[in-house]
């Protein structure tokens, strides 16, 4: 099957998870002996190119980027005129390469896939990654599981907007500049949501974030819906030796380490292990909190509080095996958290919050434990339960590692979507 793949980004320009997992998918769809195609735009890689059995069509496009993780303005690919040229560019390497099925991978392709589905006839399936078709920015899902009722402009104006100023722009950019640019996020969301009856069908990465839109009525027109999990990262878990040495790198020897990887901000919970992180460092006093990432989270400067930045994902992965365990304390729904993903695989315990798809990975008291979100205090006893039971954080280790190698096995993931695939093309 040729199987075109749509994405806004690409590897090796991928500020996201969502280019390193359809990288993951088209190379998993290219060992089974299909011919994927993927679509994207050229920030400045080349045009066409062969990577380990897949082809990859990068069309002109005027703005550039230096490769790695660094993306454009939102606006820049939220906007019609970018909906129409890559729908056109699309329809064009549908016809040129006999793609047989479009996959849109992100939101941002789900209205370019639209048009070259209209313009080709091809079938078009959309993977949802986040919560972001309801909103860019979705407020609403700080506080529960799908779109209010009474979600409008009134409503994003007094509350929402004002609420997102505080948490994240405020001291950083003005408050009117902030809700214009909020109420665009939202305006460019909805008139996607209009599109959604026009795919074929609509693939969730986790049980999770499908149940978020069925909740929020935005499914319901469309005609086929499934989860499917993300195929896994590529790269193999780092060895205990590897976790060993970043021990050594970052000074971390006879320490009980706990791990954060992520952006610091308040809808990934990181106030809210900060806070955890104080009442656990009173009672354990060789506890040390490991920090990965950049945001507008600050961080104490206090002994038990070590602060890496941004790091290569070599030196992340090498950090899961030396960690006691990891936190991932969202409060904003997780569709299917890489970093849980990563963790797990390293045999490392996970302790989370029940939002979104990571129940599905962090099952209570077998791979990790889960506590209720923006609840600094329940976070706290978790962590000192995993720190201070060896035996309880080995078992939950061992079974994490089972867990996520049956779970999210590449294989398949790959059966359901050619399942898919094939049900959409009517064979």
């Not at 088209?26 to 059995?53: F, I, K, Q, S």
């Not at 939220?78 to 040129?96: C, D, H, S, T, V």
């Not at 929402?160 to 969301?189: N, V």
């Not at 990432?293 to 070590?306: Q, R």
């Amino acid at each position: 099957m040729i199987v075109g793949l749509a994405n806004e980004y690409y590897p090796p320009h991928a500020p996201g998870g969502a280019e390193w997992s359809t990288q993951a998918l088209a190379r998993a769809l290219a060992a089974r002996g299909h011919r994927p195609v993927v679509v994207t735009p050229n920030y400045g890689a080349p045009p066409r190119e062969e990577d380990g059995g897949v082809l990859v069509l990068r069309f002109p496009f005027p703005l550039k980027l230096p490769p790695g993780r660094r993306g454009l303005r939102q606006r820049a690919v939220a906007n019609p005129l970018f909906a129409l040229w890559a729908g056109w560019e699309l329809a064009r390497a549908a016809r040129a390469e006999g793609l047989e099925v479009l996959h849109a991978q992100n939101k941002h392709m789900l209205v370019p896939g639209v048009l070259a589905r209209a313009l080709t006839g091809r079938p078009l399936v959309l993977t949802l990654r986040d919560g972001s078709l309801i909103d860019p920015a979705p407020m609403c899902l700080h506080h529960g599981d799908r779109r209010p009722p009474d979600c409008g402009v009134r409503k994003l104006w007094r509350e929402c907007s004002e609420e997102y100023w505080a948490l994240y722009q405020r001291g950083r950019r003005g408050r009117l500049a902030t809700k214009l640019a909020f109420l665009y996020g939202w305006l460019d969301a909805c008139a996607r949501q209009r599109f959604l009856s026009r795919v074929d069908a609509v693939v969730g990465v986790s049980d999770g974030i499908l149940g978020i839109y069925r909740r929020s009525g935005l499914l319901d027109r469309v005609p086929r819906v499934a989860t499917v999990y993300t195929v896994p990262p590529l790269a193999a878990p780092a060895s205990e030796a590897a976790g060993a040495a970043a021990r050594r790198r970052f000074g971390l020897e006879g320490r009980r380490v706990v791990l954060y990887v992520g952006k610091l901000s308040p809808g990934k919970g990181t106030a809210d292990l900060v806070r955890a992180a104080a009442r656990v460092a009173e009672k354990v006093s060789d506890a040390v909190f490991v920090f990965v990432g950049e945001g507008e989270v600050a961080l104490p400067g206090a002994p038990w509080c070590l602060r890496l930045g941004a790091l290569p994902n070599a030196d992340v992965l090498a950090l899961y095996p030396a960690a006691d365990v990891v936190v991932v304390p969202s409060v904003i729904p997780d569709s299917l958290s890489r970093v849980i993903v990563e963790a797990m695989s390293a045999g490392r315990p996970v302790i989370g919050t029940r939002v979104g798809g990571t129940p599905e990975l962090v099952v209570d008291g077998e791979t990790g434990l889960l506590v209720e979100r923006g609840d600094p205090e329940a976070l706290a006893r978790a962590i000192e339960r995993v720190l201070g039971d060896g035996e309880l954080r080995a078992r939950l280790g061992a079974g994490a590692r089972r867990h996520v190698t049956t779970r999210l096995a590449a294989d398949r993931s790959v059966d359901r979507l050619l399942a898919l695939y094939a049900e959409v093309r009517g064979r």
